[in-house]
């Protein structure tokens, strides 16, 4: 149960794109349709911006969205707010009912 | 309005134990997976275990299979995870999430501190 390795920070100007990369394996990014990406300000709790690889939930702004390919997937912002500078989580399930989280990876808006 | 509402964290020593309750509302808790997830301070996000719906099936994470135990009372609404023999490296935040699919979290709980320390 390792983590899924993400970038420890990414940043762009407003208006700029960014892409948050997450990399398992064939045990679970790989093998299964369903990693989500949460976003989680400081002191809060997280909150779901994509779902099953791709899927944006109601009320996300469709700047944000999900891919993969191989044992990566990828969240890209679109269009940078301000309001996008947070912390970035991918998960992933890995079998067995076993779930595993990314490193994390810090948004700068510059 | 779903509400998650998390109760029971505190300063416990090594070694102790500790139950955790997540108070549910807002939603037909009978009818979803629920998960626990932890915060180290200053550190990312780790699964920790989950539950069926009818509350039959469990899985837990490595690193507290055998020390801990997550339950739920359908009747209050309230998932719990008890912790025994706890250790440092167990101090984080611990939140309780509604899982809407197959591992993707929706609805979060504000989290509760449990600190492990003599």
């Known amino acids: 149960q390792s983590a899924l390795t993400q970038p420890r920070s990414v940043s762009g100007s407003p208006g700029q794109s960014v892409t948050i990369s997450c990399t398992g394996t064939s045990s679970d990014v790989g093998g299964y349709n369903y990693v989500s990406w949460y976003q989680q300000h400081p002191g809060k709790a997280p909150k779901l911006m994509i779902y099953d690889v791709s899927k944006r939930p109601s009320g996300v702004p469709d700047r944000f969205s999900g891919s993969k390919s191989g044992n990566t997937a990828s969240l890209t912002i679109s269009g940078l707010q301000a309001e996008d500078e947070a912390d970035y989580y991918c998960c992933s399930y890995a079998g067995n009912y076993i779930y595993v989280f990314g490193t994390g990876t810090k948004v700068t808006v510059l | 309005e779903v509400q998650l509402v998390e109760s029971g964290g505190g300063l416990v020593q090594p070694g102790g134990s500790l139950r955790l309750s997540c108070a549910a509302s807002?939603?037909?808790?009978?009818?979803?997976?629920m998960h626990w997830v932890r915060q180290a301070p200053g550190k990312g996000l780790v699964w920790v275990s989950r539950?069926?719906?009818?509350?039959?099936?469990?899985s837990y994470a490595d690193s507290v299979k055998g020390r801990f135990t997550i339950s739920r009372d359908i009747a209050k609404d309230t998932l719990y995870l008890q912790m025994n023999s706890l250790r440092a490296e167990d101090t984080a935040v611990y939140y309780c999430?509604?899982?809407?699919?197959?591992?993707?979290?929706?609805?979060w709980g504000q989290g509760t501190l449990v600190t492990v320390s003599s």
């Open positions: 807002g939603f037909t808790f009978s009818g979803y997976w």
């Open positions: 539950i069926h719906s009818d509350g039959r099936s469990t």
């Open positions: 999430a509604r899982a809407a699919g197959f591992g993707d979290y929706d609805y």
